[in-house]
């Protein structure tokens, strides 16, 4: 009769434990990581045979493929987006996490010896972050060795040519007046 006892008193722990994880992820999950990467975009890697077999085999940059085909980038860029507003700093934070889990590197990256993402081409770093906030630009793209911007209207172009249009000290002049213009709506309420 003990046995019995015992028996279902664990029964009902177990199932008791098993209760509270899943609330607890319910209500935690859409915060919880594990190595910076979302639990849900974890979950979603899991269930997606052909990203095992990438990251298991150590296929790099078939991972890397995979992982954008299922839009995992977008979705752990939506995820910090809020910690990090800066584009260019969310996009290396976000290809730091793909290095330091994966072992990806991304085209537009090179490893320092600190084990630190480094962008490539440090004018665009200067120059990104001034166009998004002037609204010039609303995303980026990096493929085939070239950064190319996407515009508020949805097209994508070269961003040395798009940048030739829109220098920095432009930018400025465009971030400045947005900046007035927001004030004076402000003040017309």
Do not use: C
């Amino acid at each position: 009769m003990a046995k019995k006892t015992i028996r279902a008193t664990l029964l009902k722990l177990g199932a008791g434990l098993v209760v509270i994880t899943v609330l607890t992820t319910i209500v935690v999950g859409p915060s919880l990581t594990v190595q910076g990467v979302p639990v849900g975009i974890i979950l979603k890697f899991l269930q997606d045979g052909q990203a095992r077999e990438a990251y298991f085999s150590d296929d790099k940059q078939g991972l890397h493929t995979r992982l954008q085909e299922l839009d995992v980038e977008e979705e752990i860029k939506a995820f910090y987006r809020p910690q990090i507003p800066n584009e260019v700093k969310l996009d290396q934070h976000i290809h730091q996490i793909f290095y330091d889990t994966a072992g990806y590197v991304g085209k537009a990256y090179r490893v320092n010896a600190q084990n630190t993402l480094v962008l490539i081409d440090r004018q665009f770093e200067q120059w990104y972050p001034l166009a998004y906030q002037a609204g010039v630009v609303v995303d980026s793209v990096y493929e085939d060795n070239i950064h190319y911007v996407v515009g508020p209207d949805g097209i994508t172009a070269p961003y040395k040519q798009v940048a030739q249009l829109f220098p920095i000290p432009t930018l400025k002049q465009l971030i400045k007046l947005k900046s007035e213009q927001s004030l004076s709506k402000g003040k017309a309420r």
